[in-house]
């Protein structure tokens, strides 16, 4: 019967982590770029001190959010500042701690300081690690490799050929798994936080200009998953209430009258 309680309120305890990853899909349902993650729990622990060796501790020591960089809808923009990442490339930025993190999100722009930027605030990165500015009075161009033109409206329509000034860091994530930051940025598993470059895959890097890529959250599927685990709670607290039942009366037969 104690293991019974245990294990049930394991369940029903660990089951919360899998409702907030599941509410937060629903709710990023709309927005650009994001992606559904894997949850990777580890196994609940031994409950230490003294007591019975069935008892467990009912909680969840780590988890981390393994993303799945399946491709979402593609929405025409044509907006030469909108950028979808193909296959599983990914986007280097610069997180608010300073550090490399990346991203699938290209709905980018020119911050007023002069800094190409994503709509969140993230600086983006070149190939060199450094941010990308771009000179006043002009447009802002993508080639499918990642490299950026500037062209210069000030010198007349056609009377200078658009100059590079960059280069994105994009990085093809196929042979690196990456998992989500608290931020909502990618970051090579085991970072930690700390986010940093990691080496690009086997397939080239590209992007598409003029689109956007939409979210991979599928909602009929993750209205689903939250029923199945709504159903599955239910079912863990019936079974502690009916233990907690059970314990009475055992303890009612057991009592000296």
């Known amino acids: 019967m104690d293991k019974l309680i245990y294990t049930s309120l394991s369940q029903a305890t660990s089951g919360n982590v899998q409702r907030v990853q599941l509410t937060n899909d629903l709710a990023n349902v709309s927005t650009v770029g994001f992606k559904r993650a894997l949850l990777q729990r ?16 009912p909680l969840v020591a780590t988890q981390n959010d393994v993303i799945n960089l399946t491709e979402g809808n593609r929405m025409q923009t044509d907006n030469p500042m909108d950028v979808a990442l193909n296959d599983q490339t990914v986007l280097g930025v610069f997180a608010d701690d300073g550090n490399l993190a990346f991203t699938r999100r290209g709905d980018l722009r020119v911050s007023q300081d002069g800094f190409i930027e994503t709509s969140t605030g993230q600086l983006i990165s070149d190939e060199g690690g450094a941010p990308i500015t771009v000179p006043q009075g002009g447009t802002v ?40 930051r608290t931020d909502g940025l990618f970051e ?52 502690i209430k009916s233990v907690e039942e059970l314990d009475k009366d055992a303890n009612k037969l057991m009592r000296v009258t």
């Open 42 to 57: 580890s196994i609940p622990s031994k409950l230490d001190g003294p007591g019975f060796e069935t008892r467990f501790q």
């Open 141 to 180: 161009t993508f080639a499918p490799d990642g490299a950026v033109f500037f062209n210069n409206a000030l010198a007349g329509a056609g009377a200078v050929a658009p100059q590079q000034i960059g280069l994105l860091l994009l990085r093809d994530a196929s042979a690196t798994q990456l998992q989500r």
């Open 188 to 239: 090579e598993s085991g970072a930690n936080g700390q986010g940093g470059d990691f080496p690009t895959g086997p397939q080239v890097t590209s992007l598409t200009s003029g689109s956007l890529e939409g979210s991979n959250v599928q909602p009929v599927e993750v209205l689903v998953e939250l029923m199945d685990y709504y159903r599955s709670f239910e079912t863990q607290i019936k079974v």
